[in-house]
């Protein structure tokens, strides 16, 4: 049944209607799916972002490109769910706790573990909605019912399951190794969250002196401050040099320490002098050559990288202070050989910047080997492919040369680590209980104080959220779920985590396709950045343009995997076309008189009206496939050309003469189309830009409460008419051709010149047709033949060729003759003269003899090209005689 529709206001603007759509969605429950349908499901979940977060043009992109997913979807009749939700960003979020905190001047330790949670949750409170609400500003048809939280009850349950699970199955271990330590942050991170930057450095080549004498070994290092905690000097088993050096001792420079010279295959017999000082505590390299060689553990630094007071003489002091004092106390004894300049990779925290340190620690490690294989796997047999498919290329090259992954942080806010520990006996247990008491003594036991890496809840989020452990109707209806979109800078920390959990839990793959975008950079390349100050605040753009002008700029020329620029000319050209499409409708919009939708029978319908239902079909049959292998640029593209060009610019021009006879029985067959069209090109452009088509659509006859609720075109062939296509592409060209001339030669509209139409397709002109050359073409009159030879000249006429005709405009029609003498005797004069002038250089001896030969002959073919104009106008002149 058709619904009431109201008028459209004069001027697009978007304010007006935006926010009362998207409150209107919610409201209808258009966005939550029925779990019990049984329509086949299609799933989304969102990259939650943190809880500290703020909306940016990432952030903006990422989620325009699943709107448009889940919103052509749901009108293709698919059960559609987008699940909703935000990370708890343990390091973030502690951090500005932390600082907003020591502005009060309090600590974490002044306020004690559950005090500052308390604390974590007021703020998670006050702040942690403000993304969610920013999102739902760019008209997110995520379902807000399910809306979830990492460190909900729920998905904390999850984590707790599988921390032991995989703690029986000797997956989780508690272990001393070398880990990433941020000494600001003050935890450790996983490998996946050191960031390698470029920076100037040195090699420092020191003495270390033989025990008893005979002279010394030379090592380099770029950390001379960790010399403090070296227990060996390794060297190549297979180096002459030093094999007879094998078993004996050197004195550490400075402590004073007997260290043996030990075999090891980690000295290379091509680099530097083949001596390696080795630091097990310090360096991950040295960490395994210690335990191959029986090595003692010497920490030197403590948690916020100042050295221990195990070495007084530089106890307390940062490191790069305790640097700068050992160097010199190298150099005064004698010891410092060599300082080489150098630029090296140094690894530094993802969040803070902060150089990192190598550092051994007593932490929680995931063995990756195991759950590695089944997800590489699982991408090299097409259960999951990467859009662009390069991307699987980043993918294997970690996941094949992954490490254990430390999953403890030194953190209060996040997933407690599920084990405890009795003092008494020294028991430990992993359990999900929220208390325990010792199973072998009865004394109660402590919880380990650490948290587990936020990346270790994100991992679960596909089947957490849907209620795993559990079985959820959700599970069974949305999980697997089928597409997920992410940046290319998360494929290590993310994408690969939540592939081998699923794997592991589910025995599923999470997603069957991970559709990759690039970075939004500015329009001059750059990335975004607060340093450069050319960060763009999609807030800022919504509030001045509207959110689906953001929307589509965003999605224009969107490639996979490829980063895009944003630029003012970007966000102006997606409000034109909103413009445009306002504009548009609001013309059909006021000369309609129909109240349904049907289309009219064919029979009724002109050549005209058949041309655009095939251009219409064919647009249809693009943007599906286009969207179907996530060309969302290709898919716009293609809309945007059909809608301001095809439909816009010229079927409603080629409608216009019948939509004025309202008595016709032509003013409802084009209305009909034209609504119908209209009606198709809101749909399709619906999930770009979702509320200026819902506004429109209102406005229109239509069977659905809400377009995104009604059903996505389909390729109809049944309305594809290729003879009339091709007619009416012929009548275009024609047009078009004659338009173009006309303007270059400067005739104004209202000058009507006769158009001869010299074609042997004649049946492409038929008298139907002539009315369009009137009102586009400026035509006085049209005749159609084969040909005028004997009845107009081709000095006559301006003739102009398309594919299927030759055009002739006669001159008298299109040109006032006394101006045009006037003008052209005029460009004679100004000829001559110019022939004079270059005559009379060409004729000074002086100037061909000293001017290079090639400045010349420019002039000479100068003079012969003004010849050659000259003789043109004087040619022309003698026509108009």
């Not at 980690?266 to 390299?285: E, M, S």
């Not at 403590?302 to 790069?320: C, L, Q, S, V, W």
């Not at 209980?433 to 199973?439: E, H, I, Q, W």
């Not at 800078?489 to 589910?506: A, G, K, N, P």
């Amino acid at each position: 049944m058709a619904q009431a529709y109201h008028e459209l206001p004069k001027t697009y603007n978007p304010s007006e209607f935006e926010d009362r759509i998207y409150q209107n969605w919610c409201e209808k429950g258009y966005f939550t799916p029925d779990a019990k349908s049984e329509a086949p499901s299609y799933s989304i979940v969102i990259p939650p972002p943190n809880i500290t977060g703020q909306l940016h043009m990432g952030h903006a992109l990422d989620n325009t490109l699943q709107d448009i997913l889940i919103r052509y979807k749901r009108m293709r009749g698919f059960c559609t769910l987008w699940l909703p939700g935000t990370d708890h960003a343990s390091i973030a979020t502690e951090a500005k706790i932390v600082e907003a905190m020591r502005k009060e001047g309090l600590s974490k330790d002044d306020l004690g573990r559950d005090k500052f949670l308390e604390r974590a949750w007021a703020w998670k409170d006050q702040y942690g909605g403000r993304i969610i609400s920013q999102l739902k500003k760019m008209g997110s048809s995520c379902d807000w019912t399910r809306e979830r939280f990492t460190l909900d009850e729920g998905c904390s349950d999850a984590v707790k399951e599988v921390f032991v699970r995989l703690y029986k199955k000797g997956l989780i271990y508690r272990g001393e190794r070398i880990i990433n330590w941020c000494p600001h942050c003050k935890t450790s991170i996983s490998n996946a969250e050191v960031e390698y930057e470029e920076q100037k450095g040195h090699f420092w080549h020191i003495r270390y002196p033989l025990v008893g004498g005979g002279g010394y070994v030379e090592v380099a290092t770029t950390r001379p401050e960790t010399l403090l905690g070296d227990t060996a000097v390794a060297v190549n088993p297979e180096d002459e040099r030093y094999k007879d050096l094998i078993g004996k001792y050197v004195l550490l420079p400075l402590v004073g320490r007997r260290i043996p010279i030990v075999a090891d295959e980690h000295a290379q017999l091509d680099k530097g002098t083949g001596c390696v000082k080795i630091t097990p505590a310090h360096d991950p390299n040295d960490f395994e050559v210690g335990r191959r060689c029986h090595l003692p553990m010497e920490v030197v630094l403590t948690e916020d990288a100042k050295i221990t007071d195990n070495y007084p003489k530089y106890a307390g002091m940062d490191r790069y202070e305790a640097r700068k004092a050992i160097i010199e106390d190298l150099r005064a004894g004698g010891y410092l050989a060599e300082i080489e300049d150098l630029t090296h990779e140094v690894g530094t925290c993802y969040r803070c910047g902060t150089t990192i340190e190598p550092m051994i620690s007593l932490q929680w490690f995931v063995k990756m080997v195991p759950l590695a294989k089944p997800a590489i796997e699982a991408v090299r047999d097409g259960r999951i492919k990467f859009v662009p498919e390069r991307f699987d290329k980043n993918y294997f090259h970690w996941m094949e040369n992954t490490q254990d992954w430390c999953i403890s942080r030194q953190l209060w806010w996040g997933h407690r680590i599920p084990a405890f520990y009795c003092d008494e006996c020294g028991t430990m247990e992993v359990t999900k209980a929220d208390s325990v008491v010792c199973p072998k003594c009865g004394k109660p036991m402590k919880q380990d104080p650490d948290t587990l890496d936020t990346w270790f809840s994100s991992a679960l989020w596909p089947f957490s959220t849907m209620g795993w452990p559990n079985e959820t109707e959700d599970l069974k209806k949305f999980f697997p779920t089928n597409t997920l979109v992410t940046g290319y800078d998360i494929i290590t920390f993310w994408v690969s985590r939540m592939i081998f959990s699923s794997l592991e839990y589910m025995n599923e793959i999470p997603f069957d396709t991970v559709l990759i975008h690039g970075l939004v950079r500015d329009a001059q390349g750059r990335k975004m950045s607060k340093s450069l100050g050319n960060g763009i605040d999609p807030l800022e753009i919504i509030a001045e343009y509207g959110a689906d002008a953001l929307r589509f700029a965003l999605a224009t020329g969107n490639s996979p995997g490829n980063d895009m620029r944003f630029s003012d000319e970007k966000i102006e050209a997606a409000r034109n076309f909103a413009n445009k499409l306002w504009n548009a409708s609001r013309f059909v919009r006021m000369n309609l008189t129909i109240e349904d939708t049907a289309l009219p029978a064919v029979d009724d319908m002109t050549t005209e009206d058949k041309w655009i239902l095939t251009r219409y079909n064919e647009t249809v049959k693009t943007v599906n496939e286009s969207l179907d292998s996530f060309e969302i640029g290709v898919a716009l593209s293609t809309l945007y050309d059909f809608t301001w060009d095809i439909f816009c610019d010229w079927y409603i021009e080629l409608c216009k003469g019948r939509l004025n006879d309202k008595e016709s029985a032509g003013n409802e067959v084009a209305q009909r189309v034209l609504c119908h069209v209209l009606t198709g090109i809101l749909k399709l452009l619906h999930p770009f830009i979702p509320f200026i088509t819902e506004e429109i659509y209102q406005s229109l006859p239509h069977e659905d409460e809400s377009i995104m609720i009604s059903r996505y075109p389909v390729y109809d062939e049944s309305m594809v008419f290729p003879a009339d296509a091709e007619r009416m592409n012929s009548i275009l060209d024609a047009i078009r051709a004659i338009r173009n001339r006309r303007s270059e030669m400067n005739i104004v509209p209202s000058r009507r010149a006769k158009l001869y139409i010299a074609t042997t397709h004649a049946e492409d002109f038929p008298v139907s047709s002539y009315v369009f050359f009137q009102r586009l073409a400026s035509a006085s009159e049209v005749e159609v033949a084969e040909s005028f030879e004997g009845k107009l000249s081709a000095d006559e006429a301006v003739t102009i060729v398309t594919p299927v005709a030759t055009i002739l405009l006669p001159r008298a029609d299109i040109i006032d003759m006394e101006k045009e003498k006037a003008r052209l005797n005029a460009e004679k004069a100004k000829l001559e003269g110019e022939i004079a002038r270059l005559s009379a250089k060409l004729s000074n001896e002086g100037f061909v003899a000293k001017a290079p030969a090639a400045v010349v002959e420019g002039e000479r073919a100068k003079l012969e090209k003004v010849r050659e104009n000259l003789a043109g106008v004087v040619s022309a002149l003698e026509k108009m005689k």
